[in-house]
Every structure is written in structure tokens, then in C-alpha cells.
């Protein structure tokens, strides 16, 4: 199947700070991406829609301004975590679909704590 | 968006059958249907994906009835590395419409 990676895998920041996470089709070339958090024992919910070449679009409850997301190729997207608090620990998943009917593949997740 | 119910959790031993059922009674003539598994501090990775009848690959194997409004996942000899989260997802073919993830079911396995 298709490889998605993410990067970092974990990442520790200071509240108040902003963290990048970057989202890569390594074998193809994604159009559209997705962002999901999960929080400990509970599903993935799904953040945004990244769409190459145009705005994100966000579900309801999302704050736009601070999480966000910038598709700039066909194979990376990233979603920017601004001015950080505790709460925003987590666990961020992307994911990505190469098209002609297959299905999406999931990235392996990056793990943010923030103090 | 299909909504998709699963049983919570689920228990089995090491080389026994498990078969888990998702109802998805609102689903769409477009709609495909997607089991995913997740590991602890993982993401989802795909089993197998069906639109109708049976289909089966080298882990698992799905059956549909014809009405569509459930799906049964079915992992032969299960082992302790299958305790996992197992998803069921519905939604269009083409990959790009978005995915709503259920509460999953909780398998474990035991010696």
C-alpha cells in the first residue's frame, strides 16, 4: 500500500510556543489530505481537509487560527499548532489518498506534549 | 456521512476465529466499506476494503450481505499481536471524501 509519514514522531514544547507537523505522501501524490487528533483510549476525530493549492477546510469547533494548515505541494502538507497550551496534547494523525478509487492511508501519528 | 456502530470491546484467544460486525444502516449507493486497524500510539493501518458479497486477502476477510447495512470482518487464528483497535469506516471509493471514525471495537486476545 501507499506510505504516509509524519514528522516529527514526538515532540515536547513549552506552552505559548508554536509546533510544526509535517505530513508526507512518500509514493504518490495527494491532492487532498486530512488531520485528526486522538486523545488517550478515544477515537480520531477529524480536524481539518487539506486541499493542495487552496484553504483548509475545517470542522466545526476547529479554531482555523490556531491550527494551521498549509498544503503547498502535492505530497506535503503541515498543520502548525499555535501559541500551544497543555490541553493541546495530544496525538495528530494525518492522512492521504492516492486516488483512482484506492483507499486512505494513515501516517504513523506524532505525539505532541506541551508544558 | 454513513454513521457506522460497533461492539465496544471484544475477548479471544490465541488460534480462535474472531468475527466483528458493524452496522452502517445509512449507507450509500457510493459508499465502500473500510476496516482499519490501530495499535497503541500508531495510526490506523488498512486491513481490507468491500463494496458487496465477500472479499478476502491475506489477513482477513469481510462479508457483506446483500442489503449492505452491515459488514462482518473475520480474522482467522487470531495471535496476542492482534489485540487492537479495529475500525469500521463508509464512505466513497474515490479516497478523497472525509472519514468519521466510530468508537472502533477493542479486541484483546489472550494466551
Known amino acids: 500500500g501507499a506510505v504516509v509519514s509524519q514528522h516529527p514522531s514526538r515532540v515536547i514544547c513549552k506552552s505559548g510556543t508554536s509546533v510544526k507537523i509535517e505530513c508526507r505522501s512518500l509514493?504518490?501524490?495527494?491532492?487532498?489530505m486530512f488531520w485528526y487528533r486522538q486523545f488517550p483510549k478515544q477515537s480520531l476525530m477529524l480536524m481539518a481537509t487539506?486541499?493542495?493549492?487552496?484553504?483548509?477546510?475545517?470542522e466545526q469547533g476547529v479554531e482555523k487560527d490556531k491550527f494551521l494548515i498549509n498544503h503547498a505541494s502535492l505530497t506535503l502538507s503541515t498543520l502548525t499548532v499555535t501559541s500551544a497550551h497543555p490541553e493541546d496534547s495530544s496525538f495528530y494523525i494525518c492522512s492521504a489518498a492516492p486516488g483512482g478509487g484506492e483507499t486512505q492511508y494513515f501516517g504513523p501519528g506524532t505525539r505532541l506534549l506541551v508544558l | 456521512l454513513a454513521k457506522t456502530t460497533q461492539p465496544i470491546s471484544m475477548d479471544s484467544y490465541e488460534g480462535q476465529e474472531v468475527n466483528i460486525t458493524c452496522s452502517h444502516n445509512n449507507i450509500a449507493t457510493n459508499d465502500y466499506i473500510t476496516w482499519y486497524q490501530q495499535f497503541p500510539s500508531q495510526g490506523p493501518r488498512f486491513i481490507i476494503q468491500g463494496y458487496k458479497t465477500k472479499v478476502t486477502n491475506e489477513v482477513a476477510s469481510l462479508f457483506i450481505p446483500a442489503d449492505r447495512k452491515s459488514s462482518t470482518l473475520s480474522l482467522p487464528r487470531v495471535s496476542l499481536s492482534d489485540t487492537a483497535v479495529y475500525y469500521c469506516?463508509?464512505?466513497?471509493?474515490?479516497?478523497?471524501?472525509?472519514?468519521?471514525f466510530g468508537t472502533g471495537t477493542r479486541l484483546l486476545v489472550s494466551p
Open positions: 509514493d504518490f501524490q495527494a491532492t487532498t
Open positions: 487539506s486541499n493542495e493549492g487552496s484553504k483548509a477546510t475545517y
Open positions: 469506516l463508509v464512505g466513497d471509493i474515490g479516497g478523497f471524501q472525509k472519514l468519521v
